[in-house]
T-cell receptor, first 113, second 112 residues
Framework: SQTIHQWPATLVQPVGSPLSLECTVE??????LYWYRQAAGRGLQLLFY??????ISSEVPQNLSASRPQDRQFILSSKKLLLSDSGFYLC????????????FGPGTRLTVT | DQQVKQNSPSLSVQEGRISILNCDYT??????FLWYKKYPAEGPTFLIS?????DKNEDGRFTVFLNKSAKHLSLHIVPSQPGDSAVYFC???????????FGTGTRLTIIP
C-alpha cells in the first residue's frame, strides 16, 4: 500500500530564516505530487504541483519554491521566511491523469516568529 | 474566482440524525467531485467521490448526490456519529487536469 511521509511535524522559525520541508511517497511510482498550505481558519491553497522529476508548476507567486529531485520526493523551500508564511503545510500525491483522488500526508505546522 | 463554494462555514447536528453538507460549483467543465474530511492538525482524508455520469454514489453511511443542472452536490451522513465532527471539504476536477479545486470547508459538529 502507499504511504506518504512529511517532516518535520512542527517547526518554529524566525523571520528571515530559510525553510526546507520534505515529503516522500512509498509504494507507488511516478506520482503527481502537490504542496498545499492551510492558513488559520482558511481553506486549502495549492502552492506547487509536479507531474515528474524536475517538473514544477507554481500556482501562487511568493517567496517559496519547490523541487522534485527524485521520483517520490518533493521539497518545499524558502530562502527567507515571512510572518505570512505561517500555516499548516500539506503534501499530497495522486496516481496521475487516470485518477483524480489525492492522498495527503500528516502535515507540518510552521510558525514564523 | 471561487469556482467551488461551500456557503455554510459551520453546521451542528444531533447524534443519530442526518448531516447534509452542500457544495456549489461554477465551472461546467468539472466532471469529477470529491469529499474530504479533515481533523485538526491532520491531513485531509479522502471520503467519497462521484463522476458526472452518475447522480448518486453510496459508501456505507456516506452518500454523495450530484445535480449537474444546478451545479450542486451534497454529502449525506446517516446516522451522524461523534467521530464525524470535522471539517469537510468538497473538491472538483475535470479530465486532463492534474489539480483539484477545493471549497473553503464546512465545520461539522455532532452534538451527543
Amino acid at each position: 500500500s502507499q504511504t506518504i511521509h512529511q517532516w518535520p511535524a512542527t517547526l518554529v522559525q524566525p523571520v528571515g530564516s530559510p525553510l526546507s520541508l520534505e515529503c516522500t511517497v512509498e509504494g507507488t511510482s511516478n506520482p503527481n505530487l502537490y504542496w498545499y498550505r492551510q492558513a488559520a481558519g482558511r481553506g486549502l491553497q495549492l502552492l506547487f504541483y509536479s507531474v515528474g522529476i524536475g517538473q514544477i508548476s507554481s500556482e501562487v507567486p511568493q517567496n517559496l519554491s519547490a523541487s522534485r529531485p527524485q521520483d517520490r520526493q518533493f521539497i518545499l523551500s524558502s530562502k527567507k521566511l515571512l510572518l505570512s508564511d505561517s500555516g499548516f503545510y500539506l503534501c499530497a500525491w495522486s496516481g496521475g491523469t487516470t485518477t483524480y483522488e489525492q492522498y495527503f500526508g500528516p502535515g507540518t505546522r510552521l510558525t514564523v516568529t | 474566482d471561487q469556482q467551488v463554494k461551500q456557503n455554510s462555514p459551520s453546521l451542528s447536528v444531533q447524534e443519530g440524525r442526518i448531516s447534509i453538507l452542500n457544495c456549489d460549483y461554477t465551472n461546467s467543465m468539472f466532471d469529477y467531485f470529491l469529499w474530504y474530511k479533515k481533523y485538526p492538525a491532520e491531513g485531509p482524508t479522502f471520503l467519497i467521490s462521484i463522476s458526472s455520469i452518475k447522480d448518486k454514489n453510496e459508501d456505507g453511511r456516506f452518500t454523495v448526490f450530484l445535480n449537474k443542472s444546478a451545479k450542486h452536490l451534497s454529502l449525506h451522513i446517516v446516522p451522524s456519529q461523534p467521530g464525524d465532527s470535522a471539517v469537510y471539504f468538497c473538491a472538483a476536477s475535470h479530465f486532463g487536469n492534474e489539480k483539484l479545486t477545493f471549497g473553503t470547508g464546512t465545520r461539522l459538529t455532532i452534538i451527543p
